[in-house]
């Protein structure tokens, strides 16, 4: 009967123990430190909703249709944009370009990036205010500008960016376009509260808007400019996962989410160095505007991509990149611009940071009370057209509460 006799206690054993009783402690107490930081951001935002979304209300809408593209050839409802960092050449034949790292070219055509940029602020203020307030005018207002940009035919955008990024005198726009759409996931975002079973969209609207998004989501999965920018190495990727995850969860496409999934774990977090930094970012000439927008663009897709079974913020790779080191590395310089080690952008600098999504999404989920205060004291949002561009959250509050599935 020896064989039932309690093998003996060792140091191994003991150590082992101590070792796995300590983790499980630490998860549990991470667990509770989260949860015990209530923050309601719609109700502490209120003021700041209402007032938008009451601008909001004046607004009529402006899809691609009002502006014609300088390239003659493309039909009305085609999507075109310049990219803002190419000049012409000094001195050189008309035709000629060059390009300007973290500069922007004022003559770049740039009407039809600012109107999807406007689009969404008005639709994602009177969503959040309709949520705020459960007044029906929001609501309607915003399916208004929905209906125009997505389902009618005269206004309607063509779910492609072919024609995005376009470098002159080229007429064909470049894969680097698919930036320009980050607006798009919280677009999607705002939609699918107005497509729930208690919205406002009718059967006939929700079923054309998951549609234009579900071309969309294919446009990006199968051109070719959209595999190039699934596949780059640095911040683009993680703009293509981010706009085809939430797109894919908006039309229940389960296969597009579990590659964007597969892809957030495998290929955007060894975008970083060990140290939490984007080192493709920081040869950038705005280094640290680059390093802003690369983390927010990653943190709200890990935000889209977590499950009640999955929380990736809590994923890590085998050597601990994960997405608490990205956070780590430029938390000290957002909450102090002086921190930050590398040489200034040449531009906008002291305009940055705001309220980076990256500090209010990483302080709900991993119980960080210092972020959420200095997330707090920063102004609000990048005031210029040109620096709204590139910020991909307009409404917090609806990305703090889970959508309807």
């Not at 012409?88 to 990036?113: L, M």
């Not at 998004?213 to 990006?220: E, G, I, K, Q, T």
């Amino acid at each position: 009967m020896s064989h039932l006799l309690p093998s003996p206690m060792t140091r191994r054993r003991f150590c082992g123990g101590a070792l796995a009783t300590a983790c499980a402690t630490t998860q549990i107490l991470r667990a509770q430190v989260a949860e015990n930081i209530h923050f309601n951001v719609a109700e502490y935002d209120r003021a700041r909703i209402l007032a938008a979304a009451a601008d909001a209300l004046k607004q009529a809408p402006q899809t691609v249709t009002a502006t014609a593209a300088p390239a003659k050839a493309l039909e009305p409802n085609t999507y075109y944009s310049e990219d803002t960092e190419w000049f012409p050449a000094e001195g050189a034949a008309k035709s000629a370009y060059e390009r300007r790292q973290g500069y922007t070219n004022p003559q770049a055509f740039t009407a039809h990036r600012d109107a999807l940029v406007r689009m969404n602020g008005i639709v994602a203020a009177c969503v959040a205010a309709w949520r705020l307030t459960g007044e029906a005018p929001y609501a309607q207002h915003a399916m208004l500008h929905l209906r125009a940009w997505f389902v009618d035919a005269a206004t309607r955008m063509e779910p492609s960016l072919e024609h995005a990024a376009t470098i002159p005198p080229a007429s064909d726009g470049h894969y680097r376009g698919i930036e320009e759409t980050v607006a798009l996931a919280e677009t999607v975002r705002a939609a699918s509260f107005l497509c729930a079973y208690n919205g406002v969209a009718t059967e006939d609207e929700a079923a054309a808007l998951r549609k234009w998004f579900s071309d969309f989501s294919a446009w990006l999965d199968e051109s070719k400019k959209g595999m190039i920018a699934r596949e780059a190495k640095d911040r683009l990727a993680i703009c293509w996962t981010l706009q085809a995850a939430e797109c894919a969860r908006f039309t229940h496409n389960s296969a597009l989410a579990l590659e964007c999934s597969h892809r957030f774990k495998d290929k955007l977090l060894r975008q970083m160095n060990f140290d939490g930094e984007f080192p493709l970012e920081l040869h950038r000439a705005d280094a640290y505007a680059a390093s802003l927008f690369t983390l927010d663009c990653l943190s709200v897709t890990c935000e889209v991509l977590s499950t009640p079974l999955e929380r990736l913020w809590d994923y890590t790779l085998p050597d601990g990149r994960g997405m608490r080191s990205a956070v780590a590395f430029l938390f000290p310089a957002m909450e102090s611009r002086a921190r930050w080690k590398y040489p200034a952008d040449a531009r906008h600098f002291t305009d940055w940071p705001v309220r980076q999504p990256s500090l209010l999404l990483a302080g709900r989920a991993f119980g960080r009370g210092e972020y959420l205060d200095v997330w707090k004291r920063l102004p609000v949002e990048p005031k210029s057209a040109e620096l709204l561009r590139t910020f991909p959250v307009r409404q917090p509050a609806l990305w703090t509460v889970r959508p309807p599935a």
